[in-house]
């Protein structure tokens, strides 16, 4: 009888949860006014845990015969793999999200993340403002803006950085362009062949500057082009940082095992 209220409670658990979810969907789309990218994760796992919730109390209230006893089991099981890998992910994401240099870089890198025509969304700017700041303290080092030109976008991302920098008093001696790459192991891939065409030497000491939620994945994917890495973290709207949270868990798996 105990065991039956927990599973009970279990799913109705679930419901509760899958109902945050969809919450949570609803509230970025209504506080940004628009659709934000990603955020229909949240509609769908919503979704799934309200549905899985629900068939998780009427089964119980109607015994559970063999059959759906066992896929429980497996759902438990599977659920219980993406409970523990997102938590250690999760951990390696916070963990390295802070700014974290300790020695003069060779160069700083700033990653793009997407403009509007030739506006950078605000992700970007953080980024490129971040990069600014360091800049200021350490005026003459090289900078590398990073990114290529997307499906609504009238110029690169690195373009749009350059632009930036130079109107805040950059040196546009001081600036190097990669405007190839369409994602972060590109991003590496790119500015490594550049940087392998101006700069002979060998672990070239990098300073990233991208979002916190980012470093963990832009690190090691550096680090497997060769670079020694250190990173400049850019804070995100508090708002967002859960929908980026959850989409850099799978970026990381995605990159982890196909990002050579």
């Known amino acids: 009888m105990k065991n039956f209220k927990n599973q009970m409670n279990v799913g109705y658990l679930l419901v509760i949860f899958g109902i945050v979810n969809i919450l949570y969907f609803l509230i970025c789309c209504i506080v940004f006014n628009r659709f934000v990218n990603f955020s229909e994760i949240f509609i769908i796992l919503g979704t799934a845990y309200v549905i899985l919730g629900i068939f998780k109390v009427k089964l119980h209230k109607n015994k559970l015969n063999k059959l759906a006893r066992r896929f429980l089991r497996v759902l438990k099981v599977f659920i219980c793999i993406i409970c523990v890998s997102f938590i ?19 160069y700083i890198m700033i990653l793009g993340a997407g403009i509007s025509g030739k506006n950078m969304l605000l992700v970007q700017l953080h980024r490129t403002e971040e990069g600014l700041k360091y800049i200021k303290k350490n005026p003459g080092i090289k900078v590398i ?15 749009a950085m350059r632009i930036y920098l130079v109107q805040h008093g950059v040196n546009n001696g001081n600036i190097i362009k990669e405007e190839k790459s369409k994602n972060t192991i590109e991003n590496m891939k790119y500015t ?10 060998k672990n070239i000491r990098l300073a990233i500057v991208t979002s916190n939620f980012h470093v963990f994945r832009a690190k090691f994917l550096a680090k497997r082009c060769g670079f020694q890495t250190e990173s400049i973290s850019s804070p995100v709207n508090y708002l967002l940082l859960p929908n980026y949270c959850v989409r850099e868990y799978f970026g990381i798996i995605k990159s982890f095992i196909f990002d050579r």
């Open 88 to 106: 250690f992910i999760e951990g390696c994401i916070f963990v390295n999200a802070n700014i974290d240099y300790h020695k003069k870089p060779d």
């Open 145 to 159: 803006v990073s990114g290529g030109q997307g499906s609504g976008e009238d110029i690169s991302e690195a373009e």
């Open 192 to 201: 490594s062949e550049i940087l392998r065409k101006i700069d002979g030497r």
